[in-house]
Nanobody, 124 residues
Framework: QVQLVESGGGSVQTGGSLRLSCAAS????????MAWFRQAPGKQREGVAS???????SYSDSVKGRFTISRDYAKNTLILQMNSLKPEDTATYYC??????????????????WGPGTQVTVSS
């Protein structure tokens, strides 16, 4: 079992920044991949960024160059630094983890453990 809790969401204006954190606890073997997903009202859940246990990262095209994912292994924390935010980044952001080492890293259906989510709102 893995427990995940996100924090750091909020409201910012276009061009602003936010830093999301995800506190993780439980089975470390089920955290080979960790990732951030987001879901806006009426839209499908979208993979934003992922990082494996070796530090290899992957980003969706929509956030590449603006968002940075990282892991603090000492604090068991997953971080998403979001810069140059746009209104289209508005969504509920979820932290997720999985044990599976193969398969697309931004495919939500391959993830086993999820946090409750944190809201990010970007106004124009």
């Amino acid at each position: 079992q893995v427990q995940l809790v996100e924090s750091g969401g909020g409201s910012v204006q276009t061009g602003g920044s936010l830093r999301l954190s995800c506190a993780a606890s439980g089975d470390t073997n089920s955290r080979y991949f960790m990732a951030w997903f987001r879901q806006a009202p009426g839209k499908q859940r979208e993979g934003v960024a992922s990082i494996d246990i070796h530090g290899t990262t992957s980003y969706s095209d929509s956030v590449k160059g603006r968002f940075t994912i990282s892991r603090d292994y000492a604090k068991n924390t997953l971080i998403l630094q979001m810069n140059s935010l746009k209104p289209e980044d508005t969504a509920t952001y979820y932290c997720a983890s999985r044990k599976l080492r193969i398969g697309p890293s931004l495919l939500w259906s391959l993830y086993n453990y999820w946090g409750p989510g944190t809201q990010v709102t970007v106004s124009s």
